[in-house]
C-alpha cells in the first residue's frame, strides 16, 4: 500500500513534535504524515526518573494525547517502524509492509541507550517508556540499586527512589558529570551526592555481572557488590541506520548544515539523531538536550517549507533535578576557558558559576540550587553577551529576592 505525504515525519518526540507545530503555524494545507515505532502519544523522557520512583504517574509523562494528532491534521503511523529509505524514489517503507511517500522527510529518530550486557533481567538502559515499564518492576522491591555512569538518565533515577533504597553510583572518570560539568561544579555535587547516601565507586566500571535471586558485580578495581538492579547509563548512540544505508552523509550523527539540511535536498534531520554545528565552539556535535531537538525541529520545519532560515547552532542546556537540589548548565562550561567568576557556596544551596571567553563574553554557566533565571544565562551566551560584573550571580529570581531579604 502506498500513501503520499507533502511532509512526512520519522519520530514522535521532542523534534517531530516541534514541526509538526511549525508547519502547522503556517500552513493548514500541506498533508503531514508522523511514523514511529511507539504506539503511543509523544511522552517526555526526561521525566521517566520520576516514573520510575513512583513520583509521577505514567498519564503524567505524556505531553499530547491521541486526538492532537487528528486535531492538527496529522496522519500517524504509531507502533511501525521504518526500515528503508529510497532516497530516489522519496519513499520510506514501514514493518509493516506499508510505504509512505514524501515531499519532504525530517528525521527525527533519536537514540539509543548504550546497551551493557544484554538480555539479564535485573540489568536495564533507559530511554524508551518500556524500559520505564521494565525499570519500574524491577525497582519496585530493590533494596539496593546500582548505576553505571553519571549523567542525566542515572543519577536523576538513583535521586527519585523512595528513600531507604541503598545506592551505588560507579564512575569511569575520577568524577561525576565529566563530560557536562567543570571540576568544581562537579566536586560540590559530588559532595550533595555522598551526603545524600550515594556510595560512589570512582574511576571503576563493571567487569563481571552474575544474575541470581540478586545481582552480583565484580567491579574493575577488584571489589565487588550485591545489588538488586543495574542501571546502565553510559551514553546514547544516534539512530543514524536509516540514513546511513539510505547513503546520507553521517559522522556520530545524520550530518545536517545550517538549515538542519542532510546532504539530500529534500532530507533534514533534527534532535539526538543529528549532528551539527554547537553555537559556542563551531564544531560539529549530537548535542543530545531536549531543547536542542525542539530548536532543530522548528528550524527544520521551517526550511522544509521553503522559508530559508538559518539556526545559529545548538547549545548544551540541561536542566535537571538531583537529590532534591536543582542543576542548569549552559553552553560551554569546562575548566579551560579563558576566566570564571563563581557566587554562593553548597552550604546556602546557592552555587553559580559563568565561564568567559578572552574578550569577558559569556560562554557558559552552571547554576546550582537557585535556577528560575536560568533564561538570562542562556540568552546571554546566545547573544555571546558581555558579562556585566558580579552583581548578576545574585539572580533575578524570587529566591534570590527572598534571600536578599533575609540576609
Ligand atoms: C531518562 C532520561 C532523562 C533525560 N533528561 C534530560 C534532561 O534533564 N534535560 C535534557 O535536555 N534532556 C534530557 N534527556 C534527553 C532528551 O530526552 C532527548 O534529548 C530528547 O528526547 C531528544 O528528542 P528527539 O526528538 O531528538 O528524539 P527521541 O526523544 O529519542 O525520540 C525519537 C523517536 O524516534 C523513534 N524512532 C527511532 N527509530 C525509528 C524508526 N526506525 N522507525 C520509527 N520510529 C523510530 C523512537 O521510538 C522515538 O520515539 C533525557 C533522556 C532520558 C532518556
Excluded at 101 to 121: I, N, V
Excluded at 375 to 385: C, F, L
Aim: contains cysteine; hydrophobic residues 40%; glycine residues 10%.
Amino acid at each position: 500500500m502506498q500513501q503520499h505525504f507533502d511532509m512526512v515525519i520519522i519520530g514522535n518526540s521532542a523534534a517531530g513534535l516541534q514541526a509538526i507545530r511549525t508547519f502547522r503555524r503556517h500552513s493548514s494545507k500541506i498533508s503531514i504524515a508522523l511514523i514511529d515505532r511507539e504506539e503511543c502519544p509523544a511522552y517526555s523522557r526526561v521525566l521517566t526518573p520520576y516514573f520510575i520512583g513512583g513520583k509521577a504517574e505514567k498519564k503524567h509523562l505524556y505531553i499530547v494525547d491521541y486526538p492532537f494528532y487528528n486535531d492538527l491534521g496529522v496522519t500517524p503511523f504509531l507502533g511501525l517502524a521504518a526500515v528503508k529509505l529510497d532516497v530516489v524514489r522519496h519513499e520510506v517503507q514501514l514493518d509493516d509492509g506499508t510505504t509512505v511517500g514524501f515531499g519532504k522527510l525530517l528525521l527525527a529518530l533519536g537514540g539509543e541507550a548504550r546497551s551493557f550486557k544484554d538480555g539479564l533481567g535485573r540489568v536495564s538502559t533507559l530511554r524508551h517508556m518500556a524500559d520505564a515499564d521494565k525499570l519500574l518492576a524491577l525497582l519496585q522491591f530493590a533494596r539496593s540499586v546500582t548505576a553505571l555512569g553519571a549523567g542525566l538518565v542515572s543519577v536523576p533515577v538513583l535521586s527519585h527512589l523512595p528513600k531507604g533504597v541503598e545506592r551505588h553510583l560507579i564512575v569511569g572518570s575520577d568524577r561525576i558529570f565529566s563530560r557536562l560539568l567543570d571540576g568544581e561544579s562537579a566536586a560540590l555535587l559530588e559532595e550533595h551526592f555522598v551526603s545524600a547516601g550515594v556510595i560512589l565507586h570512582k574511576l571503576n566500571d563493571v567487569a563481571e555481572v552474575t544474575e541470581g535471586e540478586r545481582l552480583e558485580l565484580k567491579l574493575s578495581s577488584g571489589s565487588s557488590l550485591t545489588t538488586d538492579a543495574l542501571l546502565v547509563g553510559k551514553g546514547v548512540t544516534p539512530n543514524i541506520t536509516l540514513a546511513r544505508d539510505a547513503g546520507l552523509a553521517t559522522g556520530d550523527g545524520v550530518l545536517i548544515d545550517d538549515f538542519c539540511q542532510t546532504d539530500h535536498p529534500d532530507i533534514f534531520a533534527a534532535g539526538d539523531a543529528a549532528e551539527g554545528k554547537d553555537y559556542v565552539t563551531g564544531t560539529k556535535t549530537v548535542q543530545g538536550n531536549w531543547i536542542t531537538a525542539v530548536e532543530q525541529g522548528e528550524n527544520a520545519a521551517l526550511n522544509m517549507l521553503g522559508l530559508s532560515c538559518a539556526y545559529g547552532g545548538s547549545m548544551k542546556n540541561n536542566i535537571t533535578e538531583v537529590f532534591g537540589l536543582d542543576v542548569v548548565a549552559i553552553g560551554y562550561c569546562f575548566d579551560d576557558v579563558s576566566h570564571t567568576v563563581t557566587s554562593g557556596d553548597l552550604a546556602a544551596r546557592r552555587f553559580r558559576k559563568v565561564f568567559l571567553d578572552e574578550q569577558q563574553r559569556v560562554v557558559g554557566a552552571v547554576l546550582i540550587g537557585e535556577t528560575n533565571d536560568s533564561g538570562v544565562y542562556y540568552n546571554m551566551v546566545r547573544t555571546r553577551g558581555t558579562f556585566p560584573g558580579r552583581k548578576m550571580l545574585q539572580g533575578t529570581g524570587r529566591h534570590a529576592a527572598f534571600m536578599r531579604q533575609i540576609a
